[in-house]
């Protein structure tokens, strides 16, 4: 008798931890909104510089430089979230645990001050239900790379560890 209650209360057991962990968990959400993609660099430089050539409109043409450089990279990251979004949300995941659901809110690209032929990436990343927003540099990457590729998101999922202070 005792060892039927103690085959009953094991298999008991099994039972209760087998159920327990076939419970599903709903997966981290990311909004389909697309963030704000801007660049800051090679022409915000150049601006005064053609300002002594052009005048006030040599501004206006560094600041339309930096735009068309940051359409290229919004255009290459687009091109490539379907490949890349999980890799972001994994990311994501592992490091807000506590997340239901997160927004990519704007990417921040601007040029290393050591090299203008790279650029680093600042992340503003919206976690919900807490509400929190969180901010991330990248290491740099070549420039061309980021107009034609995905190294873009590369960057961004590898910098979701290195938090900063967020400035808007």
């Known amino acids: 008798m005792k060892l039927f209650f103690s085959k009953a209360i094991w298999l008991s057991l099994c039972v209760l931890m087998v159920s327990g962990c076939s419970i599903s968990l709903k ?17 915000a430089a150049a601006g005064p510089m053609l300002m002594g050539a052009m005048g006030p409109m040599g501004i206006a043409v560094g600041m339309a430089i930096d735009e068309g450089i940051g359409k290229d990279i919004k255009s290459a990251l687009s091109g490539s979230l379907v490949q890349n979004q999980a890799v972001v949300v994994e990311s994501v995941a592992a490091n807000y645990p506590d997340a239901h659901r997160f927004a990519l809110r704007k990417i921040e690209f601007k040029a290393d001050t050591s090299n203008d ?6 992340t503003f990343l919206s976690l919900y239900p807490s509400n929190t927003t969180k901010c991330f540099k990248s290491e740099s990457a070549p420039l061309d790379e980021l107009k034609v590729s995905d190294i873009g998101w590369k960057i961004i999922t590898n910098s979701m560890t290195k938090e900063v202070a967020c400035q808007d």
Not at 27 to 43: E, I, N, T
């Open 27 to 43: 997966p981290l959400q990311m909004d389909s909104a697309f963030p704000k993609v801007s660049y800051v660099g090679r022409g």
């Open 117 to 122: 032929d790279l650029a680093y990436a600042i």
